[in-house]
């Protein structure tokens, strides 16, 4: 009897330990050729309903932005900044701020020139946060990686 009741309650505690695991984001990456010398690097976040992720421009005492970290290589050479979609801009009443964040889908999309007609990869790192009505989850970074052919 002790061995079942040790049983139950180790599975009991495994599945809410378990339930209390969140990953609304699951993140994709693909490019795209603009010309011989020239690729997008496209990373879309897939967000799972009631919940929204932050965008890359946040103001001071807000969320923690997107941050994207591209590790560089004698490759392939950045051109600008990452760019976001349009996303919601809201008046948030838990930051009392104006903020931008994206629900359901956000695409994330680097331009870079190409040094070698070699095929090659690209790593990255994301770091963001999400939150849904009831809670916001710590910052999570997620290696990213994008495949030159």
């Not at 009991?12 to 997008?40: G, R």
């Not at 990373?43 to 421009?57: E, V």
């Amino acid at each position: 009897m002790r061995k079942t009741t040790l049983v139950v309650l180790t599975f009991l505690a495994a599945v809410t330990v378990k339930a209390q695991i969140y990953n609304p984001v699951n993140w994709s990456t693909s490019t795209e050729k603009i010309s011989d010398t020239e690729y997008e690097l496209i990373a879309t976040a897939h967000i799972q309903d009631n919940w929204h992720l932050y965008s890359q421009s946040v103001p001071d005492n807000g969320p923690k932005p997107t941050v994207f970290s591209y590790v560089g290589n004698s490759n392939y050479l950045k051109k600008g900044n990452t760019k976001e979609e349009e996303g919601h801009t809201v008046d948030d009443p838990v930051f009392e701020m104006r903020i931008k964040y994206f629900s359901e889908k956000a695409e994330f999309r680097q331009r870079i020139r190409l040094k070698s007609d070699a095929a090659f990869k690209i790593e990255a790192v994301v770091e963001y946060m999400v939150c849904d009505d009831e809670k916001c989850l710590p910052p999570k970074e997620v290696d990213l990686t994008f495949n030159i052919k």
